[in-house]
């Protein structure tokens, strides 16, 4: 998703869980409900766009650095260890050459 469209679709808002408010609405979503729900088995909030499942996180790191969604090609950390606090302050990047337990699929947690 470039980040236009991301622009157009969500706001950043470090208050909710999710972490993003839509900003436009459909059928279902009014314009500044929360975007996404929690994803038990990924242990991250997620949001569905046009049947692709993005995840929030990504989403918000996206946003901030205007950058496409696409095009980022390293894994994340939060940083509190807490994988529903989705403020910007709370993302990192994670290289995977520098974290074996990322390759694995293992999560990691921080405590």
Same mark, same amino acid.
């Given at each position: 998703m470039n980040i236009t469209t991301l622009k157009q679709l969500f706001e950043i808002d470090s208050s909710i869980p999710n972490g993003l408010r839509w900003e436009r609405a %459909?059928?279902?979503i009014h314009v500044g409900d929360p975007a996404g729900y929690y994803e038990p088995a990924r242990g991250c909030f997620v949001t569905q766009v046009k049947g692709k499942v993005y995840l929030n996180h990504k989403i918000i790191f996206a946003l901030s650095h205007n950058i496409d969604y696409s095009t980022i090609k390293v894994r994340f950390t939060h940083l509190d260890g807490d994988f529903a606090n989705n403020s910007i302050a709370n993302i990192g990047l994670l290289?995977? %050459?520098?974290n074996p337990i990322y390759k694995t699929g293992t999560r990691l947690t921080i405590k």
């Amino acid at each position: 998703m470039n980040i236009t469209t991301l622009k157009q679709l969500f706001e950043i808002d470090s208050s909710i869980p999710n972490g993003l408010r839509w900003e436009r609405a %459909s059928q279902r979503i009014h314009v500044g409900d929360p975007a996404g729900y929690y994803e038990p088995a990924r242990g991250c909030f997620v949001t569905q766009v046009k049947g692709k499942v993005y995840l929030n996180h990504k989403i918000i790191f996206a946003l901030s650095h205007n950058i496409d969604y696409s095009t980022i090609k390293v894994r994340f950390t939060h940083l509190d260890g807490d994988f529903a606090n989705n403020s910007i302050a709370n993302i990192g990047l994670l290289k995977e %050459s520098f974290n074996p337990i990322y390759k694995t699929g293992t999560r990691l947690t921080i405590k």
